[in-house]
């Protein structure tokens, strides 16, 4: 895998969980699965950034039991990881549209 990609990916991988926990609340390996299917991130970056979330005050968590084995962990957004979220979505909006200026600059200057 190109390294740029993975650089992009693990600069994105925090507000990718804000966002899918802003829809639902979620357990760890859904949300690894989800974030697999969707930007080819391994299941091995999530704990930690999970725990790290949790410790940030991002989210909280809970258990759920479940029938096919021990409970599960599920976390869900707290207040201040909305506003993480929020803050996140408008600097990576503001972000994306200045890097696709200057690429959209360096087009027009190449023959």
Do not use: H
Request: charged share 25%; net charge neutral.
């Amino acid at each position: 895998m190109d390294p740029n990609l993975v650089q992009f990916k693990k600069g994105v991988l925090e507000l990718c969980v804000l966002a899918l926990l802003s829809r639902a609340d979620s357990y760890g390996y859904d949300i690894a699965s989800r974030l697999s299917d969707a930007i080819d991130m391994g299941e091995g970056t999530i704990y930690p950034l999970m725990r790290r979330m949790q410790k940030d005050g991002l989210v909280s968590t809970y258990l759920v039991e479940s029938s096919s084995g021990p409970p599960r962990k599920y976390y869900r957004l707290t207040e201040g990881g909305r506003k993480n979220l929020d803050a996140q979505k408008a600097a990576w909006n503001d972000f994306t549209r200045s890097v696709a200026a200057v690429l959209e600059q360096d087009q027009e200057k190449t023959p």
